[in-house]
């Protein structure tokens, strides 16, 4: 079945960095998605890694994949308030690439 | 502007009345998808429709009846609903194939009263 879990609250100074864990089930996904999602607004794709990947690098994104554990984190360098928001992690489901199921959200706060 | 356009933002209906979501994108996408977004719960996938036809319905309940008249509108028609249907409906596009992710509307925020 297809179940995304991650923490649901985080806490960070400004200026830290973040990290966001979020643990999949499907071993057959094909992709795996990070969204940000400000208050009042939809989801916005931050960033997306390819199975075959272990680590993608975009700015002050870092993505990390163990396929072995399904286990997928979000690192953010230099947390900045403009950083708060809900993070989804996402997975493309079986050979359906564009199906995506989500995970509930975890609420990045970043306190001063 | 995130290419996908929602509409209304906000919406307060009675559980008798009759209302309806709209949803819009001009790009070029030929997947079309509803979601029901509930505080701090999954994103919970309600309808895929790809090139105009329903490709999914996750045992939605019949007061919730989507329509795609082409590939570049959504609508979901609401009636008679309930006060847990309350909560953020969300629409967003992709192609059907490969790795673009979807592309989110902003949604609409709907109380039953």
Not at chain 1, 47 to 66: H, P, W
Not at chain 1, 91 to 101: P, T
Not at chain 2, 6 to 23: A, D, F, W
Not at chain 2, 37 to 45: C, G, H, I, M, V
């Amino acid at each position: 079945g297809e179940d995304v879990e991650q923490s649901l609250f985080l806490s960070v100074r400004e200026g830290d960095s973040s990290v966001i864990n979020c643990t999949y089930t499907d071993s057959s996904s094909t992709y795996l998605y990070w969204y940000k999602q400000e208050p009042g607004a939809g989801l916005q794709l931050l960033t997306y890694i390819f199975s075959n990947m272990d680590m993608k690098q975009d700015q002050r994104l870092t993505v990390l994949l163990n396929k072995k554990d399904k286990h997928l984190s979000l690192r953010i360098a230099d947390t900045q308030t403009g950083d708060s928001a809900i993070y989804f992690c996402a997975e493309s489901i079986g050979s359906n690439d564009y199906k995506l199921s989500f995970g509930a959200g975890t609420t990045v706060t970043v306190r001063a | 502007e995130t290419g996908v356009t929602q509409t209304p933002r906000h919406l307060v209906m009675g559980m008798t009345n009759k209302k309806s979501l709209k949803c819009e994108q001009h790009l070029g996408h030929n997947a079309m998808y509803w979601y029901k977004q509930s505080a701090k719960k999954p994103l919970e996938l309600m309808f895929v429709y790809s090139l105009e036809e329903r490709v999914e319905n996750n045992s939605v309940p019949s007061r919730f009846s989507p329509e795609c008249p082409n590939s570049s509108h959504l609508f979901l028609h609401l009636h008679t609903l309930q006060p847990e249907d309350s909560a953020l409906y969300l629409c967003a596009s992709s192609q059907d194939t490969g790795s673009g992710g979807y592309t989110f509307g902003s949604g609409t925020r709907l109380t039953v009263v």
